[in-house]
């Protein structure tokens, strides 16, 4: 993976943050970009990813970090979607 795909999945973590955007949609593309940068068969922001490339647990630490900004700001009914999501991915919070 080129830098310059590395500095576009970082971009696309920052565009889907909370505080650049109000569309809920954006915490569940985050969910699975988290998935996709922790190994799962999930694409970040529509991109498969390689199985190793530098700068992956980064992007997945800043990622994770949006989705918890996310989660207080999400609806009931995005809350249960958010939980089923987080499953099914077998998501776990990281230090």
Same mark, same amino acid.
């Given at each position: 993976?080129? %830098?310059?795909?590395?500095?576009? &999945?970082? #971009?696309?973590? $920052?565009?889907? @943050?909370?505080?650049?955007?109000?569309?809920?949609? !954006?915490?569940?593309?985050?969910?699975?970009?988290?998935?996709?940068?922790?190994?799962?068969?999930? %694409?970040?922001?529509?991109?498969? &990813?390689? #199985?190793?490339? $530098?700068?992956? @647990?980064?992007?997945?630490?800043?990622?994770?970090? !949006?989705?918890?900004?996310?989660?207080?700001?999400?609806?009931?009914?995005?809350?249960?979607?958010?939980?089923?999501?987080?499953?099914?991915?077998?998501?776990?919070?990281?230090?």
């Amino acid at each position: 993976m080129t %830098q310059d795909t590395a500095a576009w &999945l970082g #971009e696309q973590i $920052d565009a889907h @943050d909370p505080d650049m955007t109000d569309d809920p949609e !954006a915490a569940f593309r985050l969910a699975e970009a988290c998935a996709a940068f922790g190994g799962a068969t999930a %694409q970040a922001f529509g991109m498969t &990813l390689p #199985e190793a490339f $530098d700068g992956r @647990d980064e992007l997945k630490q800043r990622a994770v970090a !949006a989705l918890k900004r996310w989660l207080p700001r999400l609806d009931p009914e995005g809350r249960e979607r958010m939980k089923k999501l987080i499953g099914e991915y077998r998501l776990v919070a990281t230090q």
